[in-house]
């Protein structure tokens, strides 16, 4: 079965600390892995996308990585800011690449960033 | 992508349409639903104007495509079931190179008494 698990499910750092979210998944064929960032009340935006072939993706102070032998991916903040604060969702693309159900979202992780 | 409206308080049974519109000819349009502790699940897409298909959640909802811009989404008889937060989503390409980056509309906040 095609899943996305994330977690932690729920996250609260210290303003100025860094954190690292985790992403496993089963999603078979795979094509590509993103990351979105979802503010509340807002609908998500896209941080950054991950292809078979790239291990590390930066996009300032958030960083990427996957490994596609053991179908995981990591988003790493570094040095956390206030407007961190959102819930990060990763949605796992199957081959072939269309639209649909072609998507598979995780159920997101919650950040919490406090001064 | 633009949705409207916002905020929207509705009885069980009402009829109610959300609208969704994007200017960046994108040819795919999709209709989201996010719940607590569910992460968001598909109700419908489209692939292009004329096109539409079922999603993993279809059951209570109704949409058309009659043009690239629009995708709206309705509720035939609304039900406490459909409290949800709804969210329309866009993306370029289809068949060929296609990244898979949706552009989401702010979302509309349903809640049925």
């Known amino acids: 079965k095609n899943q996305v698990e994330q977690s932690p499910q729920s996250l609260i750092i210290l303003e100025g600390k860094n954190c690292t979210l985790q992403?496993?998944?089963?999603?078979?064929?795979?094509?590509?892995l993103r990351w979105y960032k979802q503010d509340t009340g807002r609908g998500p935006v896209s941080l950054t996308i991950?292809?078979?072939?790239?291990n590390t993706k930066s996009n300032g102070r958030y960083t990427a990585t996957l490994d596609a032998d053991t179908k995981q991916s990591s988003l790493h903040i570094t040095a956390s800011q206030l407007s961190d604060s959102a819930s990060y969702i990763c949605v796992v693309s199957r081959q072939p690449n269309q639209a649909g159900t072609a998507l598979i979202f995780g159920k997101g992780t919650t950040l919490s960033v406090s001064s | 992508v633009t949705q409207n409206p916002r905020y929207l308080i509705t009885v069980t049974g009402k009829k109610l349409t959300v609208t969704c519109s994007q200017n960046?000819?994108?040819?795919?349009m999709s209709w989201y639903r996010q719940d607590p502790g569910m992460g968001l699940r598909l109700i419908h897409y489209?692939?292009?104007?004329?096109?539409?298909d079922q999603g993993e959640v279809p059951n209570g909802y109704n949409v058309s495509r009659s043009t690239t811009e629009d995708f709206p989404l309705r509720l035939l008889s609304a039900a406490p079931s459909q409290t949800s937060v709804y969210f329309c989503a866009s993306s370029q390409g289809l068949a060929g190179v296609w990244t898979g980056e949706l552009f989401f509309g702010e979302g509309s906040r349903l809640t049925v008494l």
């Open positions: 960046m000819n994108h040819e795919y």
């Open positions: 489209s692939v292009g104007a004329g096109i539409t």
């Open positions: 992403c496993n998944y089963t999603v078979s064929p795979f094509s590509n």
């Open positions: 991950m292809t078979f072939s790239e």
